[in-house]
Nanobody, 118 residues
């Protein structure tokens, strides 16, 4: 059974940093796109950042460019979202995901709360 487990969320003041981790178990994502979505209260889930299985082609939504960095560690089957210069509008539940390129099957983590106070 595939599981994605997020960690690293919490409460931080504006301008601060957090690092989210997503640890996968049950399979190795050797050919997949991994990334992060977020959902703020009353809003739709939106994509934040993605990266492919080789660590290339990082994508960032415009609102986080220059502040967030996505990376992965194949040996640990884990990917990360380094979030710097956090703003109150970054407050949301952050979900990690992985989508198999071959089958398009998508796996989701349970979500981790990030709260940025002003």
């Amino acid at each position: 059974q595939v599981q994605l487990v997020e960690s690293g969320g919490g409460l931080v003041q504006a301008g601060g940093s957090l690092r989210l981790s997503c640890a996968a178990s049950g399979r190795t994502f050797s050919s997949a796109v991994m990334g992060w979505f977020r959902q703020a209260p009353g809003k739709e889930r939106e994509i934040v950042a993605t990266i492919n299985w080789s660590g290339g082609n990082p994508y960032y939504t415009d609102t986080v460019k220059g502040r967030f960095t996505i990376s992965r560690d194949n040996a640990k089957n884990t990917w990360y979202l380094q979030m710097n210069s956090l703003k109150p509008e970054d407050t949301a539940v952050y979900y990690c995901y992985a989508r198999s390129i071959r089958t398009s099957t998508t796996y989701w983590g349970q979500g981790t709360q990030v709260t940025v106070s002003s």
